[in-house]
């Protein structure tokens, strides 16, 4: 385990935190899991070569979701530089699991959509992230896991109503 964080070092009771308990304030524990459970899931993708470059994941993800998108929409999306992101894509468009082709309502414009082998990838990917996931929480007692599910379909109703703000 590298630079693994302890979970008692989490401060949900920080001057930032207002004086709540750490039950009325959960977003320390929810901005200190997401990078792990992403760097869970980076690490079984290294491990099986599916992908090289974790940000490779959020765009097959995110044209998965949205069918095409522009460089611009892209980079934004996944807070990174339009330069960052436009190298990031040729490389997959070598790969082969995307296409660029020109909008059909503007000509300047390229938008880029995964192709049947990018698709087939990311469904592989979904797949094994999703049987990982499986395997570590499988520990976890029905009520756990019922928690689980209940706190995280909250949490994607509330990010999902965020992002569409």
Do not use: Y
């Amino acid at each position: 385990m590298i630079c693994a964080i302890a979970p008692d070092t989490i401060d949900p009771m920080s001057p930032r935190s207002h004086k709540k308990s750490p039950a009325d304030r959960p977003a320390p524990l929810v901005v200190s899991t997401i990078p792990l459970v992403m760097r869970i899931l980076a690490a079984e993708f290294r491990r099986t070569g599916h992908l090289p470059m974790p940000a490779q994941f959020g765009v097959l993800f995110t044209l998965r979701q949205r069918e095409a998108c522009n460089v611009s929409e892209l980079a934004e999306h996944l807070s990174v530089t339009a330069p960052t992101m436009s190298s990031l894509l040729s490389r997959m468009v070598q790969r082969g699991w995307l296409v660029r082709t020109r909008s059909e309502t503007d000509r300047r414009q390229v938008l880029l959509s995964l192709t049947p082998a990018g698709r087939t990838m990311v469904d592989q990917i979904h797949q094994q992230a999703v049987d990982h996931v499986d395997r570590i929480l499988e520990p976890l007692s029905s009520e756990d896991r019922a928690a689980l599910q209940r706190g995280l379909e909250i949490m994607n109703n509330v990010f999902n109503a965020a992002d569409s703000a």
